[in-house]
T-cell receptor
Framework: DQQVKQNSPSLSVQEGRISILNCDYTNSMFDYFLWYKKYPAEGPTFLISISSIKDKNEDGRFTVFLNKSAKHLSLHIVPSQPGDSAVYFCAALNQAGTALIFGKGTTLSVSS | KAGVTQTPRYLIKTRGQQVTLSCSPISGHRSVSWYQQTPGQGLQFLFEYFSETQRNKGNFPGRFSGRQFSNSRSEMNVSTLELGDSALYLC????????????FGQGTRLTVV
């Protein structure tokens, strides 16, 4: 049973617009979440994280929102750029702090 | 500072063979984790080592094993390869204390024929 779910396999957005990638989790004990970006033939690259004591974290064009009651988080990219086209993975840190539990990823395509 | 280095980058093996993959973490990092990425399943956790001890293991058969050396380098071994083991194997390192994020290598693409 998947504990971290990214229900949209793909998302297409025009350059300059906002991209919103969504992620749901089932385990209410998760308290640290991360987003990774992955290009083909490369390893995932860390983007941004959020602790459960916060509901928002910003880093430049990237903002992550956490809604603990809904067990939902989202990544907002504003403005979207063609170079943002990649697979985005949502991950939760397990309670022991020793493993990341990933969603299956969302492929973002930003057209110019 | 050098990143996470995985060798080899590509590997082709025959069913029934065994394979060993290597990972050198970022200098000073003591935790190394391994993940398997397949198109249908995303990234799945295999195991994690810290100071030569396996701290956590994912839901994979015993054919998958690993170890970590005193210099934090890690190896992963898969015995009796099956076609379904074809995947991208990713290694990630982190300091191991006060976990924030893991840094991934480029991965080893294993193809089993």
């Amino acid at each position: 049973d998947q504990q971290v779910k990214q229900n949209s396999p793909s998302l297409s957005v025009q350059e300059g617009r906002i991209s919103i990638l969504n992620c749901d989790y089932t385990n209410s004990m998760f308290d640290y979440f991360l987003w990774y970006k992955k290009y083909p033939a490369e390893g995932p690259t860390f983007l941004i994280s959020i602790s459960s004591i916060k509901d928002k974290n910003e880093d430049g064009r990237f903002t992550v929102f956490l809604n603990k009651s809904a067990k939902h988080l989202s990544l907002h990219i504003v403005p979207s750029q063609p170079g943002d086209s990649a697979v985005y993975f949502c991950a939760a840190l397990n309670q022991a702090g020793t493993a990341l539990i990933f969603g299956k990823g969302t492929t973002l395509s930003v057209s110019s | 500072k050098a990143g996470v280095t995985q060798t080899p980058r590509y590997l082709i093996k025959t069913r029934g063979q065994q394979v060993t993959l290597s990972c050198s973490p970022i200098s000073g990092h003591r935790s190394v984790s391994w993940y398997q990425q397949t198109p249908g399943q995303g990234l799945q956790f295999l195991f994690e080592y810290f100071s030569e001890t396996q701290r956590n293991k994912g839901n994979f058969p015993g054919r998958f094993s690993g170890r970590q050396f005193s210099n934090s380098r890690s190896e992963m071994n898969v015995s009796t390869l099956e076609l379904g083991d074809s995947a991208l194997y990713l290694c990630a390192s982190s300091p191991g204390q006060g976990y924030t994020e893991a840094f991934f290598g480029q991965g080893t693409r294993l193809t089993v024929v």
